[in-house]
Every structure is written in structure tokens, then in C-alpha cells.
């Protein structure tokens, strides 16, 4: 017996995690996809540790777990709001649609224009590694970053990524410490897999509700999320422009015309066919570090200047 | 279907296993090259025609070179040999360097070495012709080595291939070599090799020298942890079906110049090159001039070997002119230094590598120049601290992977090897490789983050 104490072991190993995987793969394992017939149910057991779901994790704490939306509800106490927002965000319109409280006057639509790169001194830049980009090769040294890589709308109000002073402390610490004058939020890309459009724009609407109540007098700039390539669009079932475009739409509806406004950068790095050029990127999903110049320009374009 | 894979490993190795060992002892080879047929055919299965030709051919054209034990070695013989040379490296050809083939069929730069080496074998008396097809057939296509080395010589494995047993030792020692040799993949190549990723992602025009040489380390011990886990993998295969597969990395980086790393490197096609064209050209025994030219022509198809692209060309040129310059004059120098040797070689072999990697020819002088920035500038936007975030992310991997790539691990791993704690030992890698593994198959975007 003793001489087979690895192969022994790691068969145990191999038998004793299958069978916790396949317990349970109908309740704390639900939400993960596997193909039996090529990946060992183990596989279960090690993507939840990863996500920080343990065997022994009970039923209750996990749907809290997974419906993230409702665990920050819970946490921020404005369930009530956001389904508010989320009313808001289905209304039919275009990029600047008009207020759903009925107004006696609507202002005018306050409109764009060319800004040189001062304008964004005051400015604070929210946002996944397509914002980390930015800001290590944009050459905005003034401008405050708020970013890191993988964050999602999930997460992003309970993870501690801002560095204010030295020290790692959340966005709503971030925010409350400091007034900007513009907030640029770009998200989307790495939750694409996860929950669904409603549940991602539910959260998104409530984030800009959030930035507004943290920033009071800031512009909010909502950005379209950057497609990725055809050769990635084309093979990917999730991370594809289709999805991304969709969210866009909704995205861009959240714009009021006189604080929070839609850009899409995706009209100057994408080719005819709305795919992003291939020149750009190595990866398909991140500008290469010589092109951010290129997003840089395209803000420039899209200054508000200050009421009167 | 990879090594690295949850479908090789807990699919068709446990069913193969299963009725390999069920087989009984006069069908083992049949069951063999069933299985390696369906392992092939699984991964490629437009080349596996080519794959069976290859065995067919040479089998025939050898056993045709020597009817009867008393024949001697004359016309016939060489025109056989030439044949099959022609035939083996024909193909190789077409699919590797013509231009006309898409792709390249999977293992063939590997077997149509190891079919070459055993015709030459056969031609120079060496083995006798293989009679039986079935076990020529196992020995060609045996999965654990097809698709990626070591490349095995038949006279090696002649014996095994009649009459061989598996014992518990010896599968025990197979499943420890599998599970370090996948342990080497998925906890530090494909780790690390992310940084080499990301530095492609923000393109080499903009990255700051240090990150230049980061990528540069990084890429070289992507590349050793990989490969030789690749090699430590089918080792351990071999093992659990009572083949010996012989050593293929013995510590490379701790060698003290590239002549002594590339005698560490890629073992059995260093190997190859020295029996099969070195030493057929004279080797070093007819003069420095005729020495250096016999290096010359084993560099060039080293080179060729590896790829077609300039690139390659540039890897081999650059190596040749290291093992000249070390013939001539550094090699005695460096050979009885004690720190100068080390330091010397993990400058240049990571160099080299880099060419290596780096097929755009144009890329790759933009990578030299942000390695060297005095050569020039590159005019990209360059952000001079960006090493700092990824030292922070990537030093224990480095660590990690420097730690490993000397003998001292397996000095203390070879201490408590056969003891309960070895055994633990074993297991948390096997864990810790799963726990990587099931990360990064299903869902590549929980690992590699946007």
C-alpha cells in the first residue's frame, strides 16, 4: 500500500472533490458552467474557492453572494432608488432623452466642444484596465484615476482600489474626500459573463445616482464601453460587440444632456464595420500603450463648458 | 488535447490506463498505438494519414535495406536510406517551408526526426530493421512523446518495446513526474507568462527598459518552465507504461556559458544534431576551421528547425556568433569563473529568447531598442514607472521560478521523497495546479483580467 501513496492520495483527492462538485452543482455551484464529458466536477470546487464560495459555505450566505446587485442595495440602503433609476433607464430615447418628471421647461441641451488638456486637471477617471491604460500611457498627468484591473459595476463600490494619500481605500471614500469637476466612468467589459443586461444596468443607473450625490457639482461623463476586435467578436459567445453594443444603448440613455452625458470612444478607434481596428490592439480588447493618444484627442472633443 | 488539460488528464488518461493495464502482455503494444492513434486523432485528425504513411514508408524502406542477416552495407542500402531521408524530410518540408501548407501538422517536426534516426540506425547496422510493424508503429507514435519530445531513439527503447513491466514504483515515480511537471506549467510558465502577455498588450514601443528586461526574464523562464514541464510530464506518462524517456533539461540557466546551456537545453535534440550531422561532418576532430564550420551547418537547421520565420534566423545567428566567440576565446575564461560565467550567460541567453519570441522583425528591433535605449528611441508614449506596479505583482513568481530553476529544490525534495511528508508534499502541488488550472480553463477572463 505504501508504495503507492502519491497515486493513492491524489485518486482520493480527485474522488472526494468530484463528489463534493457534484452535490453540489445544482445549488452552491449553480451559477458555474461545466461540461462533464471534458472538465472533472472539481473543477466546481476550486472556481468557487476562487470567487470565495468554500464546500462549506451554506445556501443562505450564497444567494446574497450571487446576486450581487441586491447585496449592494443592501449595503448603500437605496433599493428604492435604483428601481427608480432602472424606470428611467428603460424609457425609450436617444442619446439625450428628456426628463421622465415631467418639466415645464426642459433647458436646452448643453452641447460639446473642444477642450484643451487643462480641462482635465479637475477631472477624476473611473473605470477597469481600459482606464489603468489610460491612465499610465494617456499622458493626463493632472487628472485623478480611480481605476484597476478586472474591476466590475459589482464590485466596484465595495473593493478598495483608489489610492488617496498612499493608502488603498474605497470609491465612496475616494469621492467623499475630494471634489472633482468632471467624474469620467467607463465600465462593462469584465462582467459580461455575469449576471445580465437588466441586473448590470440597474447597478450602473445606481452608480451614476452615486457619483451625483458624492460629486453634486461635477459633470458625469458615462462612456460608452470600447468594443473589441472582429476576430474576438466573432469567436466569443460573451465578450462579443453585440453585448457590448446593447449595453451602449443603454448606457447612452442615462444621459440628461445637462450633467451626465454619453461619449463613445468607440467612433474614432473602430473601423466601418464598428469592430475595433486591429491596428490599435495585440490583444483584441486593450488599445496598445502608443494609442491612447488616440482616446485623449477624442475627449478633448467633448469639453462642457461652465454655465453662466 | 494538451498535457495541461482536465480533458487528457482525467479523461483519456485514466480510461487509456485502464485498459492498458487490463491488456494482456502480448497485446500492450496494441493497445498502445490504438491509444496514441486516438490521442492524435483527437487533437488533428486531418494529419493522422500522414502520421501512419510515415510509419508505413519507413518500416517498409527498412526492412527492404537488409534481406538477410549477412548482407553488407553497399548501393542498395544508401539509395534506401536516401530514399526515406528524402521522403521524411520531403514532408517535413512541404508543411514546415514550402509556403503551400496552412498549418503544421501536429509532432511532425518531432517524429520525422525520430523516424530519420532510426533509419540511419537501421542503415549503419546499429539496430536491426524493426520486424514486427505494430511495434515500430508504438515506438513513432507513443502519445506521451508525439506531439512535443523528448525526441527518443529507438535503440533506447527497443527493449521495452518486446518486453517491459510496470511496477508500483515505477508508477508511483510516473504519477510524481506528472504531477511536478505540470506543476512547472500552470503555477509558474503560464503565470509568468503573463507579464510577457501584458507587455505585448501595451505594445513594446511604450514599455520603460526595466519592463523591457522584466518581460525579457520573464519570457525566458515562461519558456524553461513549459518546455522542460512539458518534457517532466512525459516522462512521468512514460513511466506509467514502463518506458524510460529520457532526460530532456538538466538545469540550463545555471550553466556558466551558452556552449555548456545549450548541453542543457533541449537535451535529446542537442543530442540528435551531434549523432546525425556533427559528427557525420567530422565533429571537432578535423581542425578549428572545419570545426567551426560543422558548428555553422548544426546551428543553421537548429534554427530552420525551430521555425522558418526571420526571426529564427536572427535566434541562430546570434547563438552561433556566442558559440564561436566562446570557442575562441571565452570559453576557458568563463569555464573557471565563479560568478562571471552566471552573470554572463542570464544576460545573453534572455537576449536570445527574445528573438526567439518575437517574430515581427521590425517588433523585435523595437524590443532591442527599449532594451538598450541608447540605440534610439522609438517614439512611443512611454511611461517611465510602469515596472513598478508589475515588480510588485510578479516578484514571488520570479522568485519562484528562479528557485526552481537551480538543483536545490529537488536536492530537498529527494530527502523526504520517499516519507509521508514527500508524499504531502506532492499532493499540495497536484492541488495547488488543479486549483490554477480549473481558474483559468472555463473561464480565462477570471484569470486574465481586463
Known amino acids: ?308 | 488535447m494538451v498535457f495541461s488539460s482536465f480533458e487528457f488528464l482525467f479523461r483519456f488518461l485514466p480510461v487509456f490506463l485502464i485498459i492498458y493495464y487490463l491488456t494482456p502482455k502480448k497485446y500492450k503494444n496494441l493497445t498502445l498505438f490504438a491509444g496514441s492513434i486516438a490521442f492524435y486523432t483527437i487533437g488533428e485528425a486531418e494529419y493522422i494519414i500522414l502520421l501512419l504513411g510515415c510509419v508505413v514508408i519507413n518500416y517498409v524502406l527498412a526492412r527492404l535495406m537488409y534481406r538477410h542477416d549477412t548482407e553488407g552495407r553497399g548501393t542498395r542500402q544508401k539509395l534506401l536510406l536516401i530514399l526515406a531521408l528524402c521522403y521524411d524530410f520531403g514532408v517535413l518540408f512541404f508543411y514546415k517551408y514550402s509556403g503551400f501548407a496552412e498549418e503544421l501538422p501536429l509532432g511532425i517536426s518531432f517524429y520525422t526526426f525520430q523516424i530519420a534516426a532510426y533509419v540511419i540506425d537501421v542503415y549503419r547496422g546499429k539496430v536491426p530493421a524493426e520486424k514486427a510493424f505494430v511495434r515500430l508503429g508504438t515506438y513513432l507514435t507513443m502519445f506521451p512523446q508525439l506531439v512535443a519530445g523528448p525526441i527518443i531513439n529507438y535503440a533506447d527503447v527497443r527493449g521495452a518495446l518486446r518486453d517491459r513491466t510496470v511496477s508500483a514504483e515505477q508508477f508511483e515515480e510516473g504519477i510524481r513526474l506528472l504531477v511536478l511537471g505540470l506543476a512547472a506549467k500552470v503555477i509558474v510558465a503560464d503565470r509568468i507568462g503573463m507579464l510577457w502577455n501584458n507587455i505585448q498588450t501595451i505594445g513594446f514601443a511604450s514599455i520603460s527598459t526595466p519592463l523591457a528586461w522584466m518581460g525579457a526574464f520573464a519570457y525566458s523562464l515562461e519558456l524553461y518552465f513549459d518546455f522542460s514541464g512539458y518534457s517532466l510530464m512525459a516522462r512521468g506518462l512514460g513511466a506509467m507504461l514502463g518506458f524510460e524517456i529520457p532526460v530532456n533539461f538538466r538545469y540550463p540557466y545555471i550553466a556558466k556559458s551558452v556552449t555548456e546551456f545549450w548541453r542543457r537545453w533541449h537535451i535529446t535534440l542537442g543530442k540528435w544534431f551531434r549523432e546525425y550531422v556533427y559528427i557525420p561532418l567530422g565533429g571537432n576532430r578535423k581542425g578549428k576551421a572545419r570545426t567551426l564550420l560543422n558548428l555553422f551547418v548544426v546551428w543553421a537547421l537548429t534554427a530552420l528547425w525551430h521555425g522558418a520565420d526571420y526571426n529564427y534566423l536572427i535566434w541562430g545567428a546570434s547563438l552561433l556568433f556566442l558559440l564561436f566567440l566562446e570557442k575562441l576565446v571565452l570559453l576557458p575564461f568563463l569555464e573557471k569563473s565563479r560568478v562571471i560565467g552566471h552573470v554572463y550567460l542570464l544576460f545573453v541567453v534572455p537576449l536570445t529568447w527574445v528573438a526567439f519570441a518575437v517574430e515581427d522583425v521590425q517588433q523585435l528591433a523595437v524590443y532591442f531598442m527599449r532594451l538598450f535605449p541608447f540605440f534610439g528611441t522609438t517614439g512611443g508614449t512611454i511611461n517611465p514607472l510602469d515596472y513598478v506596479q508589475y515588480l510588485d505583482d510578479y516578484v514571488p513568481l520570479f522568485l519562484l521560478g528562479i528557485l526552481f530553476s537551480t538543483p536545490l529544490p529537488a536536492a530537498l525534495y529527494r530527502m523526504f521523497e520517499k516519507k509521508w511528508f514527500g508524499s504531502v508534499v506532492v499532493l499540495v502541488i497536484f492541488g495547488l495546479s488543479m486549483y490554477y488550472l480549473s481558474v483559468s480553463v472555463n473561464n480565462p477572463f477570471l484569470y486574465f483580467n481586463f
Open chain 1, 1 to 308: 500500500m505504501l508504495k503507492y501513496r502519491v497515486t493513492l492520495l491524489v485518486l482520493l483527492t480527485w474522488a472526494a472533490l468530484s463528489a463534493v462538485g457534484y452535490l453540489g452543482k445544482d445549488t452552491i455551484y449553480k451559477n458555474y458552467k461545466t461540461d462533464p464529458a471534458k472538465t472533472p466536477y472539481f473543477v466546481l470546487v476550486f472556481e468557487g474557492i476562487h470567487d470565495g464560495i468554500y464546500p462549506w459555505s451554506g445556501q443562505g450566505n450564497l444567494d446574497e453572494l450571487w446576486d450581487d446587485y441586491e447585496i449592494l442595495s443592501f449595503l448603500t440602503g437605496e433599493g428604492e432608488e435604483m428601481q427608480q433609476a432602472d424606470g428611467e433607464a428603460k424609457e425609450p430615447g436617444e442619446n439625450m432623452p428628456q426628463e421622465t418628471q415631467a418639466t415645464e421647461e426642459a433647458p436646452a441641451v448643453r452641447e460639446f466642444c473642444e477642450v484643451d488638456e487643462s480641462y482635465f486637471d479637475d477631472a477624476v477617471f473611473i473605470g477597469d484596465s481600459r482606464t489603468v491604460g489610460l491612465r499610465d500611457y494617456g499622458g493626463l498627468d493632472k487628472a485623478t484615476f480611480y481605476a484597476t484591473v478586472g474591476l466590475n459595476i459589482y464590485d466596484m463600490w465595495t473593493e478598495k482600489f483608489c489610492e488617496v494619500d498612499g493608502e488603498k481605500v474605497t470609491l465612496e471614500e475616494a469621492l467623499g474626500q475630494r471634489q472633482f469637476g468632471k467624474v469620467y466612468f467607463q465600465i462593462g467589459i469584465n462582467e459580461m459573463g455575469r449576471g445580465n443586461l437588466e441586473s448590470f444596468m440597474q447597478q450602473y443607473a445606481m452608480s451614476v445616482q452615486k457619483f451625483r450625490q458624492l460629486q453634486p457639482d461635477a459633470i458625469i461623463y458615462v462612456q460608452g464601453i470600447m468594443r473589441v476586435t472582429k476576430e474576438k467578436s466573432d469567436a466569443d459567445k460573451i465578450f462579443n460587440n453585440e453585448g457590448i453594443c446593447a449595453r451602449n444603448d443603454r448606457i447612452a440613455q442615462l444621459a440628461d444632456g445637462q450633467t451626465v452625458f454619453y461619449i463613445d470612444m468607440n467612433d474614432v478607434v473602430c473601423d466601418g464595420q464598428g469592430n475595433l481596428r486591429d491596428d490599435l490592439t495585440f490583444d483584441d480588447l486593450h488599445l496598445l500603450g502608443s494609442k491612447y493618444g488616440i482616446w485623449v484627442d477624442f475627449l478633448k472633443t467633448k469639453g462642457i463648458r461652465p454655465q453662466e
